[in-house]
Structures are given as C-alpha cells and as structure tokens.
C-alpha cells in the first residue's frame, strides 16, 4: 500500500518552533502535488499548505501564513512544513497527502482530490 511518512510532530509551548517531515515514494514525487491538512479534534480536516510540483509556488490559507513555511528536497525525496511562533489552536493531528493535479487545491473538500496520504503526526501546543 502506497503510504506517505510524515514525522517531527511533539509537544511545543507556544512561540516555539517544529519541522514536519512527509517522506514520499519515488514514483510520487516528479508527478504529484503535496499538501499538508491538519484535522483538530471535533473539526473538520483543512488544508493548510502546498506546493505545485509543476510550478514550485507555495500556498499557504491565511491562519497559518507568515508562520508556516513549506518546501521540498529533491535528495530526500521530502516534503517539510517549518512551523514557527506556534499557538494552542494549531494543535491537530497533521497529514501530508498527495495530488497528481499541479493546482494545490486547499479549499474546503480539497482533502478529496488528494489520492495518497500519510498516518498523520501529533502537534500538541500547550504550556
């Protein structure tokens, strides 16, 4: 089963600082879109970052912009999401997932044009 690798969640007080990690499979990476969605508990699960395979350009919806940095490692194979000045309502399990479109659909419901996923990490933010 295809499976996406996210890792670098933890327990962070806020203003700190944590890096994800999403680990794609080699036949994913020239070809797919990767995004990063955060689901807390009782909410639904939102898209918060991306960035076009065929274009390089980020997205990032507002909550999380000037904050939240996304990039990708072509040696690694690896998709990250720097974190930074992190507050109590980014706590949420996060997920990396993967899109074969170039258009980094982040919108309410986007989570069903990705066709790949990870088992999501935890990001606890709490003094």
């Known amino acids: 089963q295809v499976q996406l690798v996210e890792s670098g969640g933890g327990l962070v007080q806020p203003g700190g600082s944590l890096r994800l990690s999403c680990g794609v499979p080699?036949?994913?990476?020239?070809?797919?879109?990767i995004g990063w969605f955060r689901q807390a508990p009782g909410k639904e699960r939102e898209g918060i970052s991306c960035r076009s395979h065929l274009t390089g350009r980020p997205w990032h919806v507002d909550s999380v912009k000037g904050r939240f940095t996304i990039s990708r490692d072509n040696g690694q194979r690896t998709v990250y999401l720097q974190m930074n000045n992190l507050k109590p309502e980014d706590t949420a399990v996060y997920y990396c997932?993967?899109?074969?479109?170039?258009?980094?659909?982040?919108?309410?419901?986007?989570?069903?044009?990705?066709?790949?996923w990870g088992q999501g990490t935890q990001v606890t933010v709490s003094s």
């Open positions: 997932a993967a899109d074969g479109g170039g258009a980094c659909p982040l919108a309410p419901g986007a989570e069903n044009e990705y066709d790949y």
């Open positions: 080699s036949f994913l990476w020239a070809h797919y879109t």
